[in-house]
């Protein structure tokens, strides 16, 4: 049963990496009032797996990370994304507890305008890819996770099987030299119906030889 429950869990995960890989177009509050941006949801991430990946995936836009107090939002000043503007941009990005997963959204300043569709549909599906890249990173390095996990179940299992063979190996030796003390008992005491044999006449000699002397001792008298 615990094997057929990870098995569901594992399909769980598959289907919501399918399901939640799907950046969408969004207005919604955040520190400069309702904006533009992209959000997507990620399935069964960490909020780890989530700030890891936007680290990886944004680091070469060279912007330095900034928290917006009060707030869960924070953002990376000056990056340098040559294919959104010639000029250096600010991302401001929420990354939000929902379910067994975090909403990511993205919101790309590009100086006191922000970044949507109707601006250039070109670059705002640049900006998508990058939503779409850090939440494809952070249900990557949670599905590293996962399978560590399961690796180290494998591991443990395999062991197991191991050790059970060697338990019956020797269990296997055991029968074996208890075969063997069977036969050489069984033989032994094949021996010992011979020599019993062989004492019961020795016995009824010397029974005899007593009764001959015991009759010419009478004989005596």
Do not use: C, W
């Amino acid at each position: 049963m615990k094997y057929k429950i990870t098995l569901l869990a594992l399909l769980s995960i598959s289907l919501g990496y399918s399901q939640s890989i799907m950046p969408k177009a969004v207005t919604q509050e955040m520190s400069a009032g309702a904006q533009p941006g992209i959000t997507v949801y990620m399935a069964n991430v960490s909020e780890d797996n989530v700030e890891d990946a936007i680290e990886e995936i944004t680091k070469p836009y060279k912007g330095k990370e900034t928290k917006i107090r009060k707030s869960d939002e924070f953002y990376l000043d000056n990056a340098t994304i040559e294919q959104i503007s010639p000029n250096t941009i600010d991302i401001h990005q929420v990354v939000a507890k929902d379910g067994n997963g975090y909403n990511y959204t993205a919101f790309f300043n590009l100086g006191g305008l922000f970044l949507d569709n109707a601006y250039s549909p070109e670059k705002f599906q640049y900006a998508t890819n990058i939503v779409k890249s850090i939440a494809v990173k952070a249900t990557e390095l949670h599905m590293d996770e996962v399978l560590e996990s399961e690796n180290k179940v494998l591991e443990g299992l395999e062991n197991d099987k191991v050790k059970l063979a060697k338990g019956s190996e020797k269990l296997e030796k055991n029968i074996k030299k208890a075969k063997d003390l069977i036969k050489d008992s069984e033989d032994e005491i094949k021996e010992n119906a011979k020599v019993m044999a062989s004492k019961t006449a020795e016995i009824e000699t010397q029974r005899q030889k007593l009764i001959k002397l015991q009759d010419i001792k009478k004989m005596l008298n």
